[in-house]
C-alpha cells in the first residue's frame, strides 16, 4: 500500500508499505497544500519530538471510521498520535449526539481540558462529529468554550485539512459548518488495528426513527461505488486484514440512489468472492430491509460471519409504530425464525429501548417476551433519551424515570439469563475465533468467535491477529473460556 511522503517542502506517494494505511484515490493538490502547511507550521509549534495528536472517539463505529479518516490526514501532515491528552499538541474529541447521556460526558470532558490550555497555551482543542452538527451545541461551545479552536461537523471532515489550515494562518477560532453530502474517496485512512477494521459503504440515514438525531446530524443515505468498496476490501485482505466490517446506518439498504444496479446482498457476495482467509461482519441492519435473500447470502456464503446485528429496539408493533420503525413484532420475528431456520447456530443481537414516550409496563412485557423468544446473544440496552428537533421529544411520557429504572433492570436480567444459558450450552463445542488482544485485567487473550461472542484462552501474544481452533471449557455468563487446540 502506498504512503505519503514530505519531502523538500511538498508532500507526495510514497512507495514504502504500512499496513494500516489506505488509500482509494490520492488527495486533490489543494489538499496536500494545506496539510503541508499544517506541517511546516506545526513543526515549529510542537512541544517534543514530533508533532502530536489526541484523538478521543465518543459513540459508534461510524465515528471510530471518521476518526481514522482525521488520522489519516494528519499523518499526512506528519502527526504522530499519543494516548495522553497532557503530551498532545493537538487534541481532538470526536462527538456523539444520540443520546443526552454521551452530550454531557463530552461537556464534561471538553470543561476539563482547560487545565491542559492552561498548563500549555500552544495546544489546540478541536471538536468534531455528531454533536458539532447541532447549532445550538456549536453556539455553546462558543460561548462558553472559549479556549475551543476549531469546531467542524460530520460533513466537513474533507475540509479538516482547510479549516486546520485557517485556524494557523489567521490565528482565530474556526467554526465550520456546510452540507456537503459528497463522498471523497481520496481521504487516507490510518485505521487503529492492522488485523481488524472497519469500511464504511454508506453514509447517513433516511429512516426517521422518532426518537433518533442521526438523520439530523449525518444527513440522508448515501452509497459509495462497488468499485470503491471491493478495492479497499481487497486491499485490506492483501495487507493481512482478518476482520472486516461494513459500515453503515443502514446496510440493507445499500445501493439506492446509484446508478449502478447493486443491492446490499449482491454487494456482500462479491466481497465473499475475494479469495483469502478472512471474516466479514456488517452493521448495522434494519430489519424492515432484512431480506430473505440476504439470510440466504449468509447461508450460502464463506467468509461471512454467522451473525446477525438486527436492532428491534421494542417487542411491542404499538410502540415500533410510535418509533416509525415499519416493521411489526411479527414481521420481525419472521425474519428471526427464517435466519434461525437457514444459518444453523445463527448468532442474533440487538439494540433495545425502554421507556419510550407512551410506553407501558404491559408494552414493555412484550419486550421482554421477545427477548425470550429470539434468545439473543447479547443486547445492547438503552433508557430512551429525548433527543430535542425528533419527533418522539413532543409525544407525552406517562413513565417516570424511576419506573424505566426499574424496567431497565429487569431487562439485563433476563438478557444475562439467556445469554448465560447459550454460553453454558457452548461448552465442550470446538470454536474458530480470531485472537484480538491482551485482557489486562487477567493476562489471558481475548479472542471472538464467528457469531461475536468472546472467548478468554491462556496463550501468547504473538498470536494477535490470527485465527485460531479453540476447545470451550467454561461459560461466565456471556463470556466463554476455552483452550487453544
Ligand atoms: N434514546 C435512547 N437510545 C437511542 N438510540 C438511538 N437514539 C436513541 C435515543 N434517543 C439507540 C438505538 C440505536 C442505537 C445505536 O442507539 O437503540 O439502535
Ligand atoms: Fe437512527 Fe433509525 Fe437511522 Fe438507526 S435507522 S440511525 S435508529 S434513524
Not at 53 to 76: P, R
Not at 216 to 243: F, L, N, P, T
Not at 295 to 324: F, R, V, Y
Request: glycine residues 6%; aromatic residues 10%.
Amino acid at each position: 500500500m502506498l504512503w505519503y511522503i514530505i519531502k523538500n517542502d511538498t508532500i507526495t506517494l510514497g512507495e514504502y508499505a504500512l499496513s494500516n494505511f489506505y488509500q482509494y484515490k490520492e488527495m486533490p493538490q489543494k489538499r496536500l497544500e494545506y496539510l503541508n502547511i499544517i506541517s511546516d507550521i506545526m513543526n515549529v509549534r510542537k512541544r517534543g519530538d514530533k508533532p502530536m495528536a489526541f484523538i478521543n472517539t465518543y459513540g459508534c463505529q461510524q465515528n471510530v471510521a471518521d476518526s481514522e479518516k482525521i488520522k489519516g490526514m494528519l499523518s499526512v501532515a506528519g502527526f504522530d498520535f499519543t494516548e495522553k491528552a497532557e503530551d498532545a499538541d493537538f487534541i481532538l474529541f470526536n462527538t456523539c449526539a444520540i443520546r443526552e447521556h454521551a452530550e454531557d460526558r463530552v461537556f464534561g470532558n471538553v470543561g476539563a481540558l482547560k487545565n491542559i490550555k492552561r498548563r500549555h497555551p500552544s495546544v489546540i482543542i478541536a471538536l468534531c462529529g455528531c454533536m458539532m452538527e447541532q447549532k445550538a451545541v456549536a453556539d455553546r461551545i462558543y460561548k462558553s468554550y472559549p479556549f475551543v479552536n476549531l469546531v467542524f461537523g460530520t460533513h466537513s471532515i474533507a475540509r479538516f485539512p482547510e479549516l486546520f489550515y485557517n485556524l494557523l494562518v489567521n490565528s482565530k477560532r474556526v467554526f465550520g459548518s456546510c452540507d456537503d453530502n459528497t463522498i471523497y474517496e481520496d481521504i487516507p485512512i490510518l485505521r487503529d488495528k492492522d488485523f481488524k477494521g472497519w469500511l464504511s459503504i454508506m453514509y447517513g440515514c433516511d429512516n426517521f426513527c422518532s426518537y433518533c438525531i442521526v438523520p439530523y446530524v449525518r444527513g440522508r443515505e448515501r452509497s459509495r461505488s462497488s468499485d470503491a468498496i471491493i478495492a479497499e476490501a481487497k486491499a485490506m485482505i492483501e495487507a493481512g486484514y482478518k476482520e472486516i466490517t461494513l459500515l453503515g446506518q443502514n446496510v440493507n439498504s445499500y445501493g439506492k440512489g446509484l446508478k449502478e444496479d447493486i443491492s446490499f446482498s449482491e454487494l456482500l457476495r462479491r466481497i465473499d468472492a475475494i479469495e483469502g482467509d478472512y471474516l466479514i461482519r456488517f452493521m448495522t441492519s434494519h430489519p424492515k430491509d432484512c431480506t430473505r435473500e440476504l439470510i440466504d447470502t449468509i447461508a450460502e456464503s464463506t467468509h461471512i460471519s454467522k451473525h446477525l446485528h438486527l436492532p428491534c429496539q421494542s417487542g411491542s408493533s404499538k410502540i415500533l409504530k410510535a418509533m416509525n420503525r415499519r416493521y411489526t413484532r411479527e414481521k420481525y420475528l419472521d425474519i428471526i425464525n427464517y435466519a434461525k431456520e437457514r444459518i444453523p447456530d445463527v448468532s442474533i443481537t440487538s439494540d433495545i429501548i425502554v421507556g419510550f414516550p407512551g410506553e407501558t409496563y404491559e408494552d414493555f412485557c412484550e419486550t421482554v417476551s421477545l427477548i425470550r423468544e429470539v434468545g439473543f446473544t447479547s443486547l445492547f440496552t438503552f433508557i430512551y433519551s429525548r433527543r430535542p428537533g425528533t419527533p418522539a421529544a413532543k409525544m407525552p411520557d406517562v413513565a417516570t424515570e424511576e419506573e424505566k429504572g426499574k424496567w431497565f433492570t429487569e431487562l439485563l436480567k433476563v438478557q444475562e439469563e439467556i445469554a448465560a444459558s447459550r454460553c453454558k450450552s457452548m461448552v465442550g463445542t470446538t470454536e474458530r475465533v480470531l485472537v484480538e488482544e491482551v485482557n489486562k485485567k487477567n493476562g489471558l487473550l481475548s479472542a471472538r468467535t464467528s457469531g461475536n461472542i468472546i472467548v478468554e484462552v491462556p496463550g501468547d501474544e504473538s498470536m494477535i491477529g490470527s485465527f485460531r481452533e479453540v476447545k470451550i471449557t467454561e461459560a461466565r455468563n456471556w463470556i466463554l473460556r476455552g483452550e487453544f487446540i
